[in-house]
């Protein structure tokens, strides 16, 4: 399976990739996300580990009930040929309706066909009140915005 673009990323084909991963995640279809990885991919998000498609999409089911009202930006950090760094943000509330800011950074490495073979994600949550929100677009994709 070939996912463009595909390694050696050029700084557009790198944006382009990131793009693609917010937009897609801003969807909040788990089957849909998980096929943007190869079927054996590592992960480390927070402090789980997980292995494989299957545990990614179970993963992504779990996370989107949870961290419901999901809007998430993200932002090229640093590419290389097959890797790419990001930094993003997203807003989320859980089921009492408490509002959270997440902030973090991902590091990804892509297979020659462009699936990630490996997604490492450090993350931290802040609680924020209703008016402190910025993202208030409906569901998927976000709007455009300038991007650095």
């Not at 996300?33 to 997980?50: G, H, I, K, Q």
Request: with cysteine; hydrophobic share 40%; net charge neutral.
């Amino acid at each position: 399976m070939t996912r463009p673009p595909v390694p050696p990323f050029s700084r557009d084909d790198a944006i382009l990739k990131v793009r693609m991963a917010e937009d897609a995640w801003n969807g909040r279809d788990p089957a849909r996300v998980a096929l943007a990885y190869t079927p054996d991919t590592v992960w480390r998000n927070r402090s789980e580990f997980l292995h494989g498609r299957d545990q990614v999409q179970a993963f992504l089911t779990r996370k989107w009930q949870a961290e419901q009202g999901y809007r998430l930006i993200k932002e090229l950090w640093c590419h290389a040929p097959d890797r790419i760094a990001v930094r993003f943000c997203y807003e989320w509330h859980d089921a009492a309706g408490q509002w959270f800011r997440s902030y973090g950074n991902e590091n990804w490495q892509f297979d020659a066909g462009g699936l990630m073979a490996v997604r490492h994600a450090s993350i931290n949550d802040l609680a924020i009140g209703d008016g402190d929100r910025l993202f208030h677009w409906t569901q998927a994709p976000a709007p455009p915005i300038t991007r650095a």
